[in-house]
């Protein structure tokens, strides 16, 4: 019985079955993938609102020469915008940017930590999408679909895979901001019509990361226990009656957040790390503490099997005040981001840990037109931009020190390997081990996939 039990955890036990078959819903803690995967953990670091890689990433010397001028036509044929074909002028970046490690990847003055990765990393110039507006973006990014109801990435690779952690959730949701939300607001972290036991389990950025850990006064384990079980016993035979599989993810719940109570004080006290490892992820700084809590959180539950983890920090939609508020938010975000990297690296842990950095969509190279800022340089911002940016790779499956992909001199359309957002959302399935075109599930008549019915595995991409 000990052996079938530590088998069923592992994947092995009968019923695991096909990840292909329609409709099948029963969670598993642990569920082989499709191939021998180079990844077990994913920590993503969604930038939502569109970082600019013009001021960040991707120097344009040809911009230089044609600031303040009218972008040439040739740019702007496949544009259905009269506003910014009437009055669109080049805005070249007034960052300075460096040469990194022995790749030579280029960062700009506002990310000299990331810039110390160099190496380690994946720099992806050449990112496209199909939406332009924030909340399809980011639908799009985290979900494969415009749409909402869908499941997110996390939700599907933990429906896939399961998670390594008995006592904490196999998906996992913190957030930070530079005062405002995500504009897709929960609906990025949704399970769909995945079980709701897949949705991902968001921990607050602020104060103690998770609420009502503690037991009220007078409730002590065994009264709590004896409570879950009257729960479990009540639903079990509701479940029975109606068949309806979220009670099944109900009981799941309840089970989850007990033993959470046991696993997660644990997690997040933060006094076992060393006094060096405080300050190298900017807990010490007023600034950086909020984001650099989340990184070593996300640290930390990797360490303890958590699947998929999640990192929001909004926003980035710099439509005006471009460099103001891009200095606040690398200010923020930097050190942290390149903390976990290296912090991972040190451990052992980030071959086997996808490390992912990433905005919906970039920004324009010419100036914001709709919002009035004009041209003056302390108020100047860009606009959307989803034909042609960057995203960042570090960690399992992926080949380091390399860029990919090219835009053209103006760095408006990808011109040398596009890659799509189904292309990156192929690419890392295939890092977990986990066949895009075969994690599918049926619903309302159809199967569904996260890569819609597109994504090719981008093989420049992986090590």
């Given at each position: 019985m000990a052996l079938a039990s530590l088998l069923s955890q592992d994947g092995y036990a009968s019923g695991v079955g096909d990840l292909t078959t329609p409709g099948s819903q029963a969670p598993s803690p642990s569920r082989q993938p499709h191939f021998t995967p180079r990844a077990k953990n994913v920590i993503f670091l969604f930038m939502g609102g569109g970082p600019s890689q013009l001021d960040l990433f991707d120097p344009k010397p040809e911009m230089q020469r044609l600031h303040?001028?009218?972008?040439?036509?040739?740019?702007?044929?496949?544009?259905?915008?009269?506003?910014?074909?009437?009055?669109?002028?080049?805005?070249?970046s007034p960052r300075k940017f460096t040469r990194y490690g022995e790749s030579g990847m280029e960062f700009s003055d506002f990310l000299p930590h990331l810039g110390t990765c160099a190496d380690d990393l994946c720099m992806v110039r050449s990112m496209f999408t199909t939406t332009s507006n924030h909340d399809p973006g980011q639908m799009l990014f985290q979900c494969g679909t415009t749409q909402f109801g869908h499941p997110c990435m996390g939700s599907w690779v933990t429906w896939g895979l399961g998670s390594e952690s008995q006592n904490l959730p196999g998906f996992v949701v913190l957030l930070s901001n530079s005062g405002k939300g995500l504009d897709s607001g929960s609906a990025a972290w949704s399970s769909g019509f995945l079980p709701s036991n897949y949705r991902g389990v968001t921990f607050r950025g602020q104060g103690s990361p998770i609420l009502h850990l503690d037991s009220p006064?007078?409730?002590?384990?065994?009264?709590?226990?004896?409570?879950?079980?009257?729960?479990?016993?009540?639903?079990?035979?509701?479940?029975?009656?109606?068949g309806d599989p979220e009670i099944e993810s109900r009981i799941a719940a309840y089970e989850l957040a007990y033993r959470m109570q046991i696993a997660a004080p644990e997690l997040v006290d933060l006094s076992s790390e060393t006094a060096s490892t405080l300050d190298a992820y900017g807990l010490n700084q007023e600034t950086t503490r909020g984001f650099g809590t989340n990184c070593l959180l996300a640290r930390r539950m990797v360490e303890?099997?958590?699947?998929?983890?999640?990192?929001?920090?909004?926003?980035?939609?710099?439509?005006?005040?471009?460099?103001?508020?891009?200095?606040?938010?690398?200010?923020?975000?930097?050190?942290?981001?390149?903390?976990?990297?290296?912090?991972?690296?040190?451990?052992?842990?980030?071959?086997?840990?996808?490390?992912?950095?990433?905005?919906?969509?970039?920004?324009?190279?010419?100036?914001?037109?709709?919002?009035?800022?004009?041209?003056?340089p302390e108020r100047a911002g860009r606009?959307?931009?989803?034909?042609?940016?960057?995203?960042?790779?570090?960690?399992?499956?992926?080949?380091?020190?390399?860029?990919?992909?090219?835009?053209?001199?103006?760095?408006?359309?990808?011109?040398?390997?596009?890659?799509?957002?189904?292309?990156?959302q192929a690419t890392i399935l295939h890092c977990l081990g986990l066949d895009h075109s075969r994690l599918t599930f049926r619903h309302q008549g159809r199967d569904f996939r996260l890569t819609d019915v597109a994504g090719h595995v981008q093989q420049k991409l992986l090590a």
């Open positions: 303040g001028q009218p972008v040439p036509e040739s740019f702007l044929q496949s544009l259905a915008d009269s506003v910014i074909k009437g009055g669109a002028s080049v805005m070249a006064p007078g409730v002590d384990s065994r009264l709590q226990r004896s409570r879950l079980d009257a729960l479990r016993d009540l639903n079990s035979r509701r479940s029975a009656v109606t303890r099997g958590v699947r998929f983890v999640q990192l929001y920090h909004t926003t980035w939609d710099d439509h005006s005040e471009l460099n103001k508020n891009l200095s606040i938010n690398t200010r923020m975000t930097d050190q942290p981001a390149a903390a976990l990297i290296k912090d991972l690296k040190q451990r052992g842990l980030l071959e086997d840990t996808l490390v992912i950095w990433a905005g919906e969509f970039g920004r324009t190279p010419m100036y914001e037109v709709r919002r009035g800022p004009g041209t003056d606009d959307h931009h989803p034909f042609g940016f960057t995203v960042l790779l570090s960690g399992g499956g992926i080949r380091s020190g390399q860029i990919v992909g090219s835009t053209d001199e103006l760095g408006y359309h990808a011109a040398e390997d596009p890659i799509h957002v189904h292309d990156l």
